[in-house]
């Protein structure tokens, strides 16, 4: 029988391990209230320590915790910026496991032994972080690969983890420390986030994907290392061998201006600017035109090749774009460089819809000048580069939707997130970058549309066109008359209009309290004849025994019940 | 008219006389009324349904005391559970497979695995009385059997509880398959009805199931009654389906021909379909038979084009032609030399209303094109009309599970399932459960289709292309549009289309003319923003607290007021009697009834403000 379990996913947890995550986390939370507490008596009430504390209680958790507060981090939509900067300090720097380990881990996934696949295995890992280490290795062939191997047990811990912190958001909300369903977004998004980077056979399909996508788009000088996808499962992830620089130690060099380091990169023809401008040309392809991106492009993933070329690793996290956002997002900068900082804004809201219920004409006139900033800044050749990036758009709509309460979804903030990654390495690379990456994209962009449409008729001769495009005429005229029928049938319905009418339940209330104006009347009318020395109201006593009187008070009751109830029953538009 | 009256022997001359008169005909015919198509079935007899009540209520039951235990125990896999329920259900013969394989179409009910598993029920039983057969078949022919068929093989090639499959040759040499059904089949599944629809109401009554719930299940499985068991409905299908593919110029797909004239609702006569069956290529393939495989290649059948023909016959049945195979079986579906299909069950079809075919082909496309959330706007459309639900909400959570679908559908590596539209339909379905969103059935059997041809051509060929496939169908669709078109034209004379043109700019200008007509009435009346009131109720209710307040602040005035006279006069008082003496007076009741019917007043005047509530 197939298997037909779908990728991804974490497994349920089990009794005893969330038992002992869950006091370990509830601990961790006290310790962090506690602390909070502290520093609140103190007077330290920055946004800063506040993340500070939070960054503390992720270390002190330990674990995956850690993978949970650096994916806070990116919720710069949630959090406030200085807690995010915090956050993002967290490291997973864990000991690699050993190698026994590893080869266990690896003869499982593959599902033979591993001399029946490899020459050879480096037991040093080449890197180590908290889900996986990476070694290399040698196949039978002779062709050398990196063989990403996934820890074991770690799939089981990020579920206990989440689970954990699934509780404690739970009851945070439980206990109106927050508002109710805060954090339901955060929860799903962690849940689908943690579950797919557990699966390498995901990573190894985007890699492949996104390899694919780059070749067709003629983004040459991008390389991403060809992924061995019969060897690859659920925790074993063989790709290609390259051997690159770090975009890091690239940057350090460029930073610090060190010419020896400048002349062995020159000697290697790797040119600072030129990478600038590609990996600038490449953020903006990854921007309007794939489909979906890189989640994590923090310059440890980016190297660079000999000839300036790009390398990009590690396609754990992706996330996707879809063409409305990304039709969006290409209008936006189109506005943006017209500088109409009030469509920009338009556009941007457009793009946050559904919003909750807010006065949007002080949302929108903010939003403008806020972008109004962002563009003049973007506009300036003198302005410090962090101002200058097409990014600030973007983190400038975070900062808004934190404000209003406006929740952003995960692909938004994840691609919010890399842009402003790839930013900030061009801009380290080249301070004066110009917009000369831009007009480059668009001419590119529109060569490859071009490709595009031509491939897809290639097979068609002009006599095939011709007969369709024919037909597809003749039906568009149907479809018009079809359309127009139809909204003539619509318009004829809806000529009559309605009188304003009362909703029942207002009637019913007017009904009750005309009933009681007369009560009340006679009430003062009683009153006024006592006042006046008539006491009347032995008279009323007489008059409220007598049945023929309690036969018409009853009556009256009952045909004021009556006319209630039919106010209410009455049918009514839109009811 | 009467001739008008000549020479009259009878009366004579004069004003009254008798005129020639038509003779009347001897015996008029009487014709029977016209069957009404589904005849409605005929009730059971009351011992028929208690029998399948106790038949039925004995299955659950043993069912139950097998599965709940090992549930309980957490020890039964769903592999297991939809084994146990296949064969519970094949036990009963007859109702039992149809009502599984109906539930099989549930698939947002319940797992991929159990659906399968129902799909692939059987019902074998010995086969009926030859005699008994042949009187059926002679009653359907209205004439001796000798002076229509050559030969007729008494031994069934299929036996099933519904019907009996036989062989034979036509005088003219043409070899048919003869479908029987067996007596008294349809009044059995009619009491199995019942009995089950007795038990589902029992469910409903007893608050095990929201009621309502097995509606949609009790109203299909009437249909099917109805369906299933007619064979002229089945007939009429076929036919269909055999004359709209010869129209649209499909050579590699069809069904066999049926002699109508040879047919009765219980009998079906039809053409016999040589070549080899779906299923056998498929057990061919999974079991590597190497002498199979080469009897394929003489008889020059390649699975993958089989494979790809397959997707193209089910694109075509869902979006153009009038039904579509609900539950395509692969032994049903015979191939013949050069890859040519041969459906052969329409026991079980659906319909397709326009707009579902609109937004079916347009899902295909946009995934096609890498747009999954216009993909996710299509498959939101398919579900309305909607329950109340953040609609936002359930769209982007299709959507994200569509980009996983997408990336599976698109990887040259990914599993062979995968490449089905499996994975898409169970995580819509699944989105679907979150929300509480119930598909509608019609939506459910285009997706069980669907998924059963993809299933299908992906087993025959793993490393098959669904968007590419189906590109591929959409230019062959266009292509045959256009062809349809320009025949269409060709055979039109200009002065034909000149008044089609004109008809319809006529049609199109009035159309307009009223639409304008609308336009203006709608513009009349612009739209107005109005100054926020606050609601009605809320603001009698803030009018009643506000005269409560009011109320209150005179008593404590007043209280105060008479508190300190009487302190300063040196002549303090218990509060009680303050409170009792202020209260009675008859000045402060005045106060009050004033104030009250005020403010009666404003709740009355804001109550009669017409338009918002």
């Known amino acids: 029988m197939t298997d037909f379990a779908p990728l991804g996913g974490l497994p349920e947890p089990d009794l005893v391990g969330m038992l002992r995550r869950g006091t370990l986390w509830g601990m961790g939370a006290a310790r962090f209230m506690a602390y909070t507490l502290v520093d609140r008596l103190r007077g330290r009430r920055s946004d800063d320590q506040k993340g500070r504390r939070l960054r503390e209680m992720f270390e002190w958790v330990g674990g995956t915790a850690v993978k949970v507060g650096q994916q806070l981090a990116a919720r710069s939509d949630m959090l406030p910026h200085p807690v995010c900067e915090q956050l993002a300090r967290l490291t997973d720097d864990v000991p690699p496991m050993s190698i026994e380990e590893a080869m266990r881990q690896i003869e499982e996934g593959l599902g033979r032994p591993v001399a029946e696949v490899f020459e050879e295995i480096d037991p040093k890992p080449i890197g180590a972080a908290s889900v996986a280490c990476v070694y290399r290795g040698r196949l039978l062939g002779g062709k050398d690969v990196a063989i990403k191997v996934r820890r074991p047990g770690i799939a089981m811990l990020f579920s206990l983890d989440l689970t954990a912190f699934n509780m404690m958001t739970r009851f945070m909300e439980w206990s109106t420390v927050a508002r109710d369903g805060t954090f339901a977004h955060l929860r799903d998004d962690l849940k689908i986030m943690f579950g797919e980077e557990m699966d390498f056979r995901l990573e190894s399909r985007y890699q492949r994907l996104f390899r694919k996508a780059a070749r067709r788009a003629g983004l040459r000088w991008v390389s991403v290392p060809k992924v061995y996808a019969d060897l690859c499962s659920r925790t074993v992830l063989v790709s290609e061998l390259v051997t690159a620089i770090s975009a890091r130690s690239l940057l350090e060099a460029v930073e610090s201006g060190d010419p020896r380091a400048m002349d062995r990169f020159t000697e290697q023809n790797i040119d600072p600017a030129l990478v600038a401008h590609r990996v600038m040309l490449f953020s903006l392809w990854v921007r309007f035109e794939a489909p979906f991106f890189h989640a994590d492009p923090h310059p440890g993933n980016v190297f660079v090749q000999p000839g300036s070329r790009i390398l990009l690793l590690d396609f754990g996290a992706c996330g996707m774009t879809s063409r409305r956002t990304r039709l969006y997002h290409s209008e936006v900068l189109r506005m943006a460089i017209d500088g109409d900082s009030d469509m920009v804004s338009r556009i941007m809201l457009a793009d946050l819809s559904p919003l909750p219920q807010l006065d949007m004409d002080r949302l929108r006139r903010f939003m403008a000048e806020g972008f109004e900033g962002v563009i003049e800044a973007m506009d300036d050749k003198d302005a410090p580069w962090p101002d200058r990036m097409i990014s600030g758009l973007w983190i400038k709509v975070m900062e808004i939707a934190r404000e209003y309460n406006i929740r952003i979804n995960l692909d938004t903030v994840r691609s919010i997130r890399a842009y402003l990654l790839y930013d900030t390495l061009v801009f380290r690379l080249d301070n004066h970058m110009s917009d000369k990456p831009l007009q480059d994209f668009l001419r590119d962009r529109s060569v490859r549309q071009r490709k595009v449409m031509v491939r897809r008729n290639a097979h068609l001769d002009s006599e095939d066109l011709r007969a369709m495009e024919r037909a597809r005429r003749e039906e568009a005229m149907a479809r018009v008359e079809y359309l127009l029928t139809k909204a003539t049938i619509g318009a004829d319905s809806l000529l009559l209009s309605f009188r304003l009418a009362l909703g029942n339940l207002a009637r019913a209330a007017r009904v009750v309290a005309r009933v009681l104006r007369l009560v009340s009347v006679v009430a003062v009318l009683l009153l006024a004849l006592r006042l006046a020395g008539l006491d009347l109201v032995p008279w009323v006593r007489v008059v409220l025994h007598s049945t023929p009187t309690l036969l018409v008070l009853g009556l009256l009751i009952l045909i004021g019940l009556r006319k209630g109830l039919y106010a209410l029953e009455r049918v009514q538009v839109g009811d | ?613």
């Not at chain 2, 349904?49 to 139950?64: D, E, K, N």
């Not at chain 2, 589902?200 to 007893?206: A, D, F, H, S, V």
């Not at chain 2, 119930?438 to 051509?457: I, K, N, Y």
């Not at chain 2, 968007?467 to 004379?493: G, N, Q, V, W």
Request: proline fraction near 6%; charged fraction near 25%.
């Open chain 2, 1 to 613: 008219m009467a001739p008008p009256a000549s020479n009259d022997e009878h009366g004579e001359e004069g004003l009254f006389r008798t005129l020639e008169k038509r003779p009347p005909l001897k015996e008029p015919k009487v014709h029977r009324a016209p069957t009404v198509r589904p005849p409605p079935p005929p009730s059971p007899p009351l011992w028929m349904v208690v029998t399948a009540s106790l038949r039925w209520g004995l299955m659950i039951f043993r069912f139950m005391l097998w599965y709940q235990p090992r549930r309980l125990l957490g020890r039964v896999t769903t592999q297991q559970f939809a084994v146990a329920l296949r064969k519970a259900l094949e036990r009963m013969g007859a109702t039992g497979p149809r009502v599984g394989k109906q539930l099989a179409m549930r698939i947002d009910l319940m797992p991929l695995e159990v659906s399968l598993q129902l799909a692939a029920m059987r019902d074998p039983k010995p086969p009926m009385s030859f005699e008994v057969a042949m009187g059926r078949l002679r009653e359907a022919a209205e004439k001796p059997l000798e002076e229509v068929y050559e030969a007729i093989d008494p031994d069934p090639i299929l036996s099933n509880t519904v019907e009996c499959v036989y062989q034979g040759y036509l005088k003219s040499g043409e070899r048919v398959a003869i479908r029987i059904r067996r007596d008294g089949i349809r009044a059995r599944i009619l009491a199995d009805i019942r009995a089950l629809s007795m038990f589902t109401r029992i469910n409903e009554l007893m608050g095990l199931v929201r009621p309502g719930f097995f509606d949609q299940l009790r109203a299909e499985l009437v249909d099917l009654a109805h369906e299933e068991l007619d064979f002229s409905l089945q007939a009429r299908q076929q036919t269909l389906f055999r004359k709209r593919a010869r129209r649209d110029d499909l050579s590699w797909l069809s069904a066999p021909d049926i002699h109508r004239k040879l047919c009765s609702d219980s009998v079906m006569v039809s053409e016999w379909a040589s070549g080899v069956r779906l299923s056998e290529i498929l057990d061919a393939l999974e079991q590597k038979n190497e002498d199979f495989m080469l009897r394929l290649v003489e008889l020059d059948i390649q699975p993958e084009r089989v494979a790809r023909r397959l997707l193209q016959a089910s694109w075509w049945g869902l979006l153009e032609n009038l039904f579509f195979v609900a539950q395509p079986n692969a032994e049903e579906i015979v191939v013949r030399p050069g890859n040519k299909l041969v459906f052969l069950g329409f026991h079980d079809c659906g319909t397709m209303p326009t707009n579902q075919k609109r937004l079916y082909r347009q899902i295909l496309e946009r995934l096609g094109e890498d747009d999954a959330s216009g993909a996710s706007q299509a498959i939101v459309q398919l579900f309305s009309p909607l329950p109340f639900i953040d609609v936002f909400d359930f769209g982007k959570r299709i959507e994200s599970g569509l980009w996983y679908e997408l990336f599976a559908l698109k990887d040259s590596q990914s599993a062979w399932w995968e490449r089905t539209t499996i994975g898409l339909w169970r995580r819509v379905l699944s989105c679907c459960r979150h929300d509480g969103v119930t598909p509608r059935l019609e939506v459910l059997r285009m997706m069980r289709s669907t998924l059963a041809f993809d299933t299908m051509a992906a087993r025959l060929k793993p490393d098959v292309k669904l968007l590419r496939e189906f590109d591929r169908y959409r230019m062959a669709s266009d292509r045959r549009a256009a062809r349809r078109y320009a025949e269409d034209l060709d055979k039109t004379s200009l002065e034909d289309l000149e008044s089609r043109w004109i008809a319809r700019t006529a049609r199109i200008t009035e159309g307009m003319m009223r639409l304008g007509l609308w336009v203006e009435a709608t513009v009349e009346n612009l739209p107005v923003s109005n100054l926020a009131l606050s609601g009605k109720a809320s603001y009698a209710a803030a009018q009643v607290l506000r005269s409560g307040v009011a109320i209150f602040a005179i008593f404590l005035f007043v209280f105060v007021a008479r508190a300190t006279v009487f302190f300063a006069q040196d002549q303090p008082v218990p509060p009680i009697v303050h409170i009792r003496a202020i209260l009675t007076n008859p000045l402060f009741g005045l106060a009050v009834i004033i104030l009250l019917s005020l403010t009666l007043r404003r709740i009355l005047f804001r109550l009669d403000d017409k338009g918002d509530d």
